[in-house]
């Protein structure tokens, strides 16, 4: 009896203490990632392109759930409170950065309460209009909007989206009176424009340019630094307007609850890094607008989600938009 206790403590000494064999087993389950937007909206798409190899390279499956609501801050409160163990992850995007510049008493902290991963892929917004409205040109629909203050109205999935944030952006430096239309999320934005309930909209580029190639949107800019190759004759809005806030991106990569174990973060980096390494998946990303955005290293990513929180403060106080 005394021999064979010894022999299993012996077995258990040489696997490690039981947190490191666990870390090490990961994952031995289904892994969940919890998605804020709506089922169809450039992002989600894009994940759920990339889910199946991230599967593969987990050796376990992704499970992809929508908790859409409050511009991702009720999918971001739920996976803050899931357990630290890797199997539940947010797909957190600069929208966690502005909702909780715009509500700084949210019960969550996109800083504190996520241990970051890695990004997935960057994306810019693009402004569009119906195919048959009467601007051709981005200059076109600011002397227009000039002439009649106060008489067109823009769309966004939610107060605080990046959509949000762009055309507010644009009304500031453009000098625009015009109004916010928040809609229930962001694939309502192409049928309020459809519909003539806004006049234009900043949708991400993966739901954006499919409209416009389908010949139902007409482009007039896009918020990237460089214009982008599915969309070559479109200029920037930095071209335009000249102004370093008029370049935004937004982004999305996996955050863990914070506090998961190191080893964990590790495993699912490294996932990542194969998925965005794979062909199909650039090409699949590259197609809607998108860039993969691989970060080096989870700390790599974590100083660029700071770094991106200054940046996006200081673009709320210019566009002067609040959550109210």
């Known amino acids: 009896m005394q021999r064979r206790h010894f022999c299993f403590a012996a077995s258990a000494f040489a696997l490690g203490p039981p947190a ?85 008493d949210l019960k969550f902290d996109p800083l504190a309460d996520f241990a970051a991963v890695s990004n997935l892929a960057a994306s810019p917004t693009v402004l569009v209009v119906r195919a048959d409205a009467p601007w051709q040109r981005l200059e076109d629909l600011i002397a227009d909007l000039r002439a009649r203050p106060g008489q067109a109205n823009y769309g966004s999935g939610g107060i605080g989206t990046s959509a949000h944030l762009a055309g507010a952006t644009l009304a500031s430096l453009a000098g625009l009176k015009v109004t916010h239309i928040p809609l229930k999320g962001s694939v309502e934005i192409a049928a309020s424009l459809l519909r003539g309930d806004t006049q234009y909209a900043f949708p991400v580029a993966g739901t954006g340019i499919p409209q416009v190639k389908g010949g139902k949107l007409r482009a007039l800019a896009v918020t990237s630094r460089r214009r982008l190759a599915q969309l070559p004759d479109v200029p920037t809005l930095h071209e335009r307007l000249k102004n370093e806030l008029a370049v935004q991106e937004s982004w999305f990569g996996m955050w863990a609850p914070a506090k998961t174990p190191a080893a964990v973060v590790d495993t699912l980096h490294a996932a990542a890094t194969r998925t965005l390494k794979t062909p199909a998946v650039q090409s699949a990303f590259e197609a809607a607008g998108n860039t993969a955005a691989l970060s080096e290293s989870p700390q790599a990513f974590a100083d660029f989600v700071r770094s991106e929180n200054r940046k996006w403060a200081e673009i709320v106080k210019l566009a002067g938009v609040s959550a109210s």
């Open 20 to 104: 490191v064999r666990a870390a090490e087993a990961f994952p031995v389950k289904p892994v969940r990632i919890i998605s804020p937007y709506a089922a169809g909206g450039g992002p989600d798409v894009q994940l759920r392109q990339a889910g199946p190899t991230l599967g593969e390279a987990l050796g376990q499956p992704i499970v992809i759930e929508n908790k859409v609501g409050a511009a991702g801050v009720l999918a971001a409160q739920y996976v803050a409170q899931q357990p630290a163990d890797g199997y539940t992850l947010l797909m957190g995007s600069n929208t966690h950065l502005i909702q909780k510049i715009l509500q700084p």
